[in-house]
C-alpha cells in the first residue's frame, strides 16, 4: 500500500470514530513542513511559534511593534513577553502583516480575543484562499457572545471546516522552556484538525485531536471561572481542602454546561485546558491571589489552579 493510500485509510478511519494512536500516526507522519503565520507577539503567540519551529514549520511571526519584530529576528529573543528564552534560529518576525500572511498554509491567531474582529477586518482580503485558520485565544466576544472560531467565520467568511480551535492546559512560559505537554486541536473537520495538529506537533508538545469545537471552547472559557474563585480562596488563606472542594464541584458544573449548546461529552474528559497544578503561573489565579484588604501571605507551593 504507498503511503498516500495509508494516509487516506488513516484519515477514513478517524472519521469513522476509530481514533486510534496507529491512525494519528500514520497521519502525522505524512506531514509536510508548512509555511505558517502565527499573528500576535505575546507569549502565548510567541510561545505556539516556538512549537511550530520546533516541529519543522516555517514560521514568520507577525508583530505589531517594530521593535519586537527586530528583536525576534535579530536577537531571537522576545524580552517584553518571554524574557530569557532563546527563539529557533528558524523563526523570523516581521510588523508587515502582508508579509507575515504571504505564502501562508496555516495561519494562527493569538490576539487578545475582544479586539479579534477588529483584526480580522484588517486582514480580511490578505488570508490566502482554503488555508486552515486556527484560533489559539479562548473566550467569547462581550458585545455578540460568539465563540472565537464563530467571529474568524462570520468576519473572513470562510468554511466551517477550514476552522480549527487549539486549547489544552498550556503555560505559555513553561512550554517555551520545552517542558512536555499536551493540548487538542479541534475542527469540524478531522482532517483539517489533524493537519494542524501534525504541524503543532513537537517532542515535547503533543496535539490531539477531536470535532467538537464547541466543547473544546467552552471548555477553555468556563475553567477560567474556576481560576478566579481558586485565586480568591488563595488569597483568603483557605487551604487545600476548599481548593479541592471548588475545582470539584466546578468541574462537575462544567460537563453539564454544554448540554444546551450541543458538545458531546468526550472533550470534557480531554484536553481543554482545564487544570494546571501549578501556582502563581496561572495569571487567572496570580491576578486574585491577594484581593485588597487582605494579608500578605506565601503562596502555598502547591496550590491548585486553573488557567
Known amino acids: 500500500m504507498s503511503s498516500s493510500e495509508s494516509r487516506e485509510g488513516a484519515i477514513e478511519a478517524l472519521g469513522d470514530g476509530a ?4 491512525a494519528i500516526s500514520i497521519v502525522m507522519r505524512e506531514a509536510i513542513p508548512r509555511r505558517v503565520a502565527v499573528l500576535g507577539s505575546g507569549s502565548w503567540g510567541t510561545t505556539f511559534a516556538k512549537v511550530l519551529a520546533e516541529g519543522g514549520a516555517d514560521v514568520t511571526l507577525w508583530a505589531r511593534r517594530p521593535e519586537v519584530a527586530r528583536e525576534i529576528t535579530e536577537s531571537k529573543r522576545n524580552s517584553d513577553y518571554l524574557p530569557g528564552i532563546n527563539l529557533p534560529r528558524t523563526l523570523v518576525a516581521t510588523p508587515s502583516v502582508e508579509q507575515a500572511l504571504a505564502g501562508a498554509e496555516q495561519v494562527y491567531l493569538s490576539v487578545p480575543s475582544q479586539t479579534l474582529r477588529e483584526n480580522l477586518t484588517a486582514i480580511r482580503g490578505l488570508v490566502p484562499g482554503g488555508v486552515p485558520v486556527v484560533s489559539l485565544m479562548k ?8 465563540r472565537m472560531s ?3 467565520e462570520a468576519e473572513l467568511g470562510i468554511e466551517r471546516d477550514l476552522i480549527a480551535v487549539a486549547s489544552g492546559p498550556n503555560l505559555a512560559l513553561e512550554i517555551a522552556k520545552r517542558q512536555p505537554t499536551a493540548a487538542v486541536v479541534s475542527s469540524h473537520s478531522l482532517e483539517t ?17 477531536n470535532t467538537d469545537v464547541i466543547g473544546t471552547e467552552f471548555g477553555g472559557v468556563l475553567k477560567n471561572l474556576i481560576a478566579v474563585a481558586i485565586g ?3 488569597g483568603v488563606g483557605y487551604g487545600e481542602n476548599t481548593k479541592a472542594s471548588i475545582i470539584t464541584r466546578g468541574l462537575a458544573e462544567m460537563t453539564r ?18 487544570a494546571t497544578s501549578s501556582p502563581p503561573a496561572s495569571r487567572r489565579c496570580r491576578a486574585t491571589t491577594r484581593p485588597a484588604g487582605c494579608s500578605a501571605r506565601a503562596t502555598p507551593s502547591a496550590t491548585w489552579c486553573v488557567r
Not at 473566550?139 to 460568539?146: D, F, I, M, R
Not at 454546561?257 to 482545564?274: N, Q, T, V
Open 193 to 209: 484538525a489533524t493537519s494542524v495538529a501534525a504541524t503543532a506537533t513537537n517532542p515535547y508538545f503533543r496535539s490531539f485531536v
Open 232 to 234: 480568591i480562596v488563595d
Open 150 to 152: 464563530e467571529v474568524i
Open 19 to 22: 481514533v486510534t494512536t496507529e
Open 257 to 274: 454546561s454544554p448540554s444546551r449548546s450541543g458538545p458531546r461529552p468526550r472533550p470534557w474528559r480531554g484536553s481543554p485546558g482545564w
Open 139 to 146: 473566550g467569547v466576544e462581550k458585545a455578540t457572545g460568539l
